[in-house]
């Protein structure tokens, strides 16, 4: 057997009535609470993270096509919904494209880069202002047109009462469906008829609706903005033809594609006049403030690591003056300063692993708790979401562990030099 290991092993486990027996218990505690922070920090946010962007997704898809002068404004400027131009993108499983390295370098380009997945479907959508009211209030909207090609599924988890807008008739039908914001601001029930005001060309026009649904995604400033109906209303009502619509909403297989497949799309296919951009882009103040949750997470996990090694240091200079004697006659009896050395630290290294066990596996049952029953509830109004998001992020998860093992045992060298200053005999009467 190694005679360091074995040594280690035998000293491992100090009684109760030993000093350093609480420090170990106290180094495991916080190595287990520093691990179990770090576990449920990175899958809360990665869970927060990802469930926002699939509400943003969900609703306004990936890539957006639309006319370059209308912006993010909703301009009533048509494009044509050119089947030829659907079925390009339809086409598209796979990109290899040299995007241009920016605007202005002329021939300059970069690599050859290559998409993970292609384009999986493509939605038109024509968006109008118009002001709902009833005999005491209103409430300006950007009423969402949709088509009978529109993916149900994707708002299906939205739906709070009602149903979905029916497009199963040859003309457009009168449905609506509005967010629970709305709803509740203007005390609108499912079933209830509506009248929805436009200012076209500086002219009032007045359309009525029935509402067969109320959604809610938790982001309120859609949601207060929005109401879904059929397109073919809209189309009618601004005199467009059935192939002029406001945009087109292009989904993508792989999210890591989104600017390699939009630059394709803008220079390769597009015809002039027409402008694609990512809804990260478009929606760039929601996307920046998920983002900056990234900083939140590295913080944490730094000074939850910083926490353990504290601990850790502590916990090893206080073992090693405890066994000063045990130190000195071992030296005594021709132990080399690093033997002694890997004695402690194969001892510190059993207090982390123990500790990261631990931590792992109390925060691996919390996260269970909270996927399964939402046991923790949010603010919607504040954090989009009702509940405590999870979603297990096994990558990052195995990085923190062998990181947070991995850089305590290295740090755990500088306390172990207090060895090398011992002398046995000075020490083998030390008590």
Not at 76 to 91: A, G
Not at 184 to 189: G, P, Q, T, V
Request: charged residues 20%; negative net charge.
């Amino acid at each position: 057997m190694n005679f360091e290991r074995y040594i280690a092993s035998r000293i491992s486990n100090p009684t109760g009535k030993s000093f350093s027996g609480l420090i170990v218990k106290i180094a495991i505690a916080a190595i287990a609470l520093s691990m179990m922070v770090m576990i449920l920090t990175t899958n809360i946010i990665t869970g927060f993270k990802n469930e926002i962007s699939d509400k943003v997704f969900n609703f306004w898809g990936h890539i957006h096509i639309a006319d370059g002068l209308s912006g993010d404004s909703f301009e009533l400027i048509p494009i044509h919904k050119d089947k030829e131009l659907v079925d390009s993108l339809l086409r598209i499983s796979s990109v290899s494209y040299a995007r241009p390295a920016s605007f202005d370098s002329g021939d300059e380009i970069r690599s050859i880069e290559q998409s993970n997945g292609g384009i999986t479907h493509v939605e038109a959508f024509t968006v109008v202002p118009g002001i709902v009211m009833d005999k005491t209030q209103f409430e300006g909207l950007l009423l969402k047109g949709l088509d009978k090609n529109y993916n149900v599924d994707r708002i299906q988890d939205f739906v709070k009462a009602g149903s979905f807008v029916d497009f199963s008739g040859e003309k457009g039908s009168r449905d609506m469906m509005i967010s629970q914001y709305t709803a509740r601001r203007m005390k609108f029930k499912v079933g209830q008829k509506v009248n929805v005001s436009f200012i076209l060309d500086e002219v009032p026009t007045k359309r009525q609706f029935t509402i067969t649904g109320i959604y809610n995604t938790g982001l309120e400033e859609y949601d207060r903005r929005f109401a879904l109906v059929d397109m073919r209303v809209l189309q009618d009502l601004l005199g467009w033809a059935s192939d002029q619509v406001s945009g087109l909403e292009v989904f993508v297989e792989d999210l890591d594609d989104l600017p390699l497949i939009n630059d394709f799309i803008y220079f390769e296919l597009l015809p002039p006049a027409t402008y694609s951009e990512t809804v990260r882009t478009k929606f760039s103040e929601i996307f920046e403030w998920l983002e900056l949750q990234n900083v939140n997470e590295r913080v944490i996990i730094f000074l939850m690591i910083l926490v353990a090694l504290i601990n850790m240091i502590t916990a090893l200079m206080i073992f090693v003056l405890e066994r000063t004697r045990m130190i000195g006659v071992l030296k005594a009896l021709g132990a080399t300063n690093w033997s002694v050395r890997k004695i402690f630290l194969y001892n510190a290294g059993g207090i982390i692993v123990k500790g990261v066990l631990i931590g792992n596996a109390i925060a691996i049952i919390l996260c269970l708790i909270q996927k399964y029953t939402g046991l923790f509830k949010l603010n919607e109004t504040d954090y989009y979401l009702s509940q405590v998001p999870i979603e297990f992020n096994l990558w990052s998860m195995f990085l923190i562990n062998a990181g947070t093992v991995l850089v305590v045992l290295i740090f755990m060298l500088i306390p172990s030099l207090i060895i090398t200053q011992i002398t046995p005999v000075k020490t083998i009467q030390f008590k």
